[in-house]
């Protein structure tokens, strides 16, 4: 006779279970490649709050990709309704939030997240990032005849801007999404004020 009861196996953690309060909007920020979606989408699940996108959410506005937009309209507009963008999904809604690689960038958009949440960079080395992106069309700034240089120099600017972020977690290539984001939900336990066990 079956015991149905009968736990098989490990119980698989599930953060979202231990009742934790989300206080503060949580910011992905990091290079292309950084895993800030995969991530976020992973960490919103273990904590139980919606997972939200600015570039999702600035394709579903616009109806085209954002290389589309890039391409059509510049830039400097696609900068413009990020910020927007950015602005209203920290006024709607608690969860974590992942931003496009260039959204810390502006000043603006750090004083929005800084005064409504909390910035966590996933901090991903070169090599890491090219590894991840290298295949993908998707990324209109590589669309360069030297890619990698590109990256290089993107990487090179960006990096002590995304060092101002109130967080930071080294991501790994040996480490899994799920990996990931248990690293950074063990940074967010470090912030009472943001996340509370």
Do not use: C
């Not at 290079?31 to 699940?45: E, I």
């Not at 996108?53 to 990709?65: G, H, L, Q, R, T």
């Amino acid at each position: 006779m079956a015991d149905f009861g009968r736990k098989i196996g490990p119980t698989p953690r599930i953060f979202g279970q231990l009742d934790m309060k989300l206080k503060k909007t949580v910011v992905m920020v990091g290079m292309m490649g950084a895993g800030k979606t995969a991530v976020g989408r992973a960490l919103a699940a273990k904590i139980g709050v919606p997972f939200l996108d600015s570039d999702a959410e600035i394709v579903k506005a616009a109806n085209m990709a954002i290389a589309e937009i890039f391409e059509r309209d510049g830039e400097a507009f696609f900068r413009q309704k990020e910020t927007q963008v950015i602005e209203r999904l920290l006024d709607e809604e608690r969860g974590i939030l992942s931003t496009g690689g260039g959204a810390f960038l502006a000043e603006a958009n750090r004083d929005l997240i800084s005064d409504k949440g909390v910035a966590v960079w996933l901090d991903a080395d070169l090599d890491l990032l090219w590894q991840r992106v290298r295949h993908k069309d998707t990324r209109p700034l590589l669309h360069t005849p030297n890619p990698r240089q590109t990256l290089k120099e993107i990487y090179e600017v960006r990096v002590p801007v995304y060092a101002k972020a109130e967080l930071s977690v080294k991501a790994d290539a040996k480490y899994s999404i799920e990996d990931m984001a248990d690293r950074v939900l063990e940074a967010l336990l470090t912030r009472p004020d943001v996340l509370e066990a």
